[in-house]
């Protein structure tokens, strides 16, 4: 039973293409979240999603388009593919936006632009 | 903004080693503050948290001590295993805010 699934574990794809990465959780949370972890292993948030209502949108471009079609999903969609995406992308989730929980990580989708 | 600083890595330290990973928090107002733990291939899983001041948050041997006087949330284990190789990531969350993370240090324990 996993709590946080992602999918595609592994995506490799060329420059300017357009792809998708799922992410569905069964824990019953309200809020969801994607990370990006560079090759240094720093972690960025791009977006966060409460009850299918976005919260967070950090500065990320355009061709980055997240979609929550309810609150047990969060999708990830990427328009015309870069080489500077290539990255480990997580999705998390999260009981409610409060300052004492912690998030529950899915286990990642290594996305590798060529 | 918040952030957070962590010890520079890679750290390596013999079977059984007192560890010690630093690290210092930047925040405008009172956050909790988390230690996660990512395994090679995996995903990060919460380590131990503490949400306010003096606080000590402890698992799996693990332990760490919310100082607020000091802005730190040192992570502490007295004696490492080999399964304790993996990157940690020191993390605070002030409100409904993001969970912004440290940078991360790589830990190998040698056998």
């Known amino acids: 039973d996993t709590a946080v699934s992602q999918t595609p574990k592994y995506l490799v794809t060329q420059m300017g293409n357009d792809k998708s990465i799922k992410c569905e959780q069964n824990l019953g949370h309200d809020t969801m979240y994607w990370y990006k972890q560079d090759s240094k292993k720093f972690l960025k948030i791009m977006f966060s999603y409460n009850n299918k209502e976005l919260i967070i949108n950090e500065t990320v471009p355009n061709r980055f388009s997240p979609k929550s079609p309810d609150k047990a999903h969060l999708n990830l969609h990427i328009n015309s593919l870069e080489l500077g995406d290539s990255a480990v992308y997580f999705c998390?989730?999260?009981?409610?936006?409060?300052?004492?929980?912690?998030?529950?990580f899915g286990s990642g989708t290594r996305l590798t632009v060529v | 903004g918040n952030s957070v600083t962590q010890m520079e890595g890679p750290v390596t330290l013999s079977e059984e080693a007192f560890l010690t990973i630093n690290c210092t928090y930047t925040a405008t107002g009172y956050p909790s503050l988390f230690w996660y733990v990512q395994y090679p291939g995996e995903g990060l899983q919460l380590l131990l948290k503490?949400?306010?001041?003096?606080d000590k948050g402890s698992n799996k041997g693990f332990e760490a001590t919310y100082r607020k006087e000091t802005t730190s949330f040192h992570l502490e284990k007295g004696s490492v295993q080999v399964s304790d190789s993996a990157v940690y990531f020191c993390?605070?969350?002030?409100?409904?805010?993001?969970?912004?993370f440290g940078q991360g240090t790589r830990l190998t324990i040698n056998p």
């Open positions: 503490a949400t306010k001041a003096d």
């Open positions: 998390a989730s999260s009981q409610a936006p409060r300052r004492d929980y912690g998030y529950t």
């Open positions: 993390a605070l969350k002030e409100g409904a805010q993001k969970l912004v």
